[in-house]
């Protein structure tokens, strides 16, 4: 505020009537000027405590924050009522949110995630990166799943991103049955396997799912039960999977695989064969780590739909058998 010349934080503009000698006021200054004004002051809690001082202020802060404020971060302010008045001046802009969580931080998330509810009617993406220390922690709260609830009640939410979530948390995802895109980044190896499956039960309305199986690798061998509840998945991604499955699943519906291995892999030729058998509708292939013999290609090119091919582990001696002109198919990586 200083950087205005003035020591006060324009407090003393609320109800100020205005000027009676005859020349323009500094309520009369035109949208230009105030917007001059506002970006003089760079950090936001400064331009919100002059949208505070007066309803002018609050409707050309509230023009500037629409333009700047699709995507939010929790930690970009650090108090609910600055987060709750910045949120009713552009809260119907908000589009997708990231909230990095522990449980040091449930005091300030959950309120956090109840103004998004109430003021964020278009947010459609949500990212929750969970945190756990491995120092000393607060008492374990009675209800590691209340983030989940908080999540559900964002009424447009369809896009959801969870990294390093517990049991706790992944048991909750049955209720959410509005999900078009769904991105586990981590499975946490406490799960059983039956609720592992219980997860997707009500995820009909899926179209992109993201698996990260961290070091719960074995876990993917379970891939195939889920086929089923999944009618109208378009894009599957596997990363940190175990290379030895054999199985993808019946996903009729998908057009787009993708697999990534963190180091540099082989898999197996009966994984070639299923994707075969079970994807007649599969037209783009990413192999990202994923090494190719030259025996397995003609099982790649045995996809009747395949339209582009992504592979930086493709055998050179193998290019010429791409069909270019038949089939489209894009160069593979080398």
């Known amino acids: ?7 006060c934080p324009f407090s003393f503009l609320a109800g100020k009537p205005r000027s009676t000698s005859g020349g323009p006021g500094f309520l009369d200054l035109n949208y230009d000027c105030y917007l001059e004004i506002f970006s003089y002051l760079n950090a936001l809690e400064d331009q919100l405590n002059l949208g505070r ?17 699709e995507k939010v971060n ?13 949120l009713q001046l552009c809260g119907s802009e908000v589009s997708r949110c990231e909230v990095p969580h522990g449980r040091w931080d449930e005091p300030f998330t959950y309120p956090f995630l109840m103004l998004l509810g109430r003021h964020c009617p278009n947010l459609r993406q949500a990212v929750i990166i969970f945190m756990h220390a491995v120092t000393e922690t607060p008492p374990e709260s009675g209800d590691r799943g209340h983030i989940m609830q908080l999540l559900l009640g964002l009424p447009r939410l369809t896009n959801l991103t969870l990294i390093d979530a517990r049991s706790a948390q992944l048991c909750q995802l049955r209720h959410f049955s509005n999900l078009e895109a769904l991105d586990l980044d981590g499975i946490d190896p406490n799960l059983s396997n039956a609720s592992f499956q219980q997860i997707f039960e009500n995820m009909v309305c899926l179209k992109r799912l993201l698996l990260n199986f961290g070091r719960d690798r074995m876990r993917s061998h379970q891939l195939p039960l ?16 175990d290379v030895g499955f054999s199985k993808l699943g019946e996903f009729k519906a998908l057009r787009s695989l993708r697999l990534i291995s963190r180091w540099i892999a082989e898999v197996n030729n009966d994984f070639y064969r299923s994707v075969v058998k079970s994807t007649g509708n599969l037209q ?6 994923v090494r190719v013999r030259g025996d397995q290609v003609h099982h790649i090119l045995a996809i009747s739909r395949l339209t582009a091919l992504d592979c930086d582990n493709w055998p050179a001696q193998s290019v010429a058998q791409l069909d270019w002109e038949n089939a489209g198919r894009c160069l593979p990586r080398m």
Do not use: C
């Not at 001082?53 to 404020?69: G, N």
């Not at 929790?74 to 910045?86: N, T």
């Not at 889920?226 to 999977?241: C, I, R, S, V, W």
């Open 284 to 289: 783009k292939l990413q192999l990202i780590s």
């Open 53 to 69: 001082t007066h309803p002018l202020f609050r409707v050309v802060l509230a023009d500037i924050l629409r333009t700047r404020y």
């Open 74 to 86: 929790v930690r970009l302010l650090k108090s609910i009522p600055d987060w709750e008045f910045l």
């Open 1 to 7: 505020m200083d950087k205005l010349g003035f020591g």
């Open 226 to 241: 889920l086929a089923d509840k999944f009618p109208n998945l378009d894009h599957l991604t596997l990363e940190n999977f």
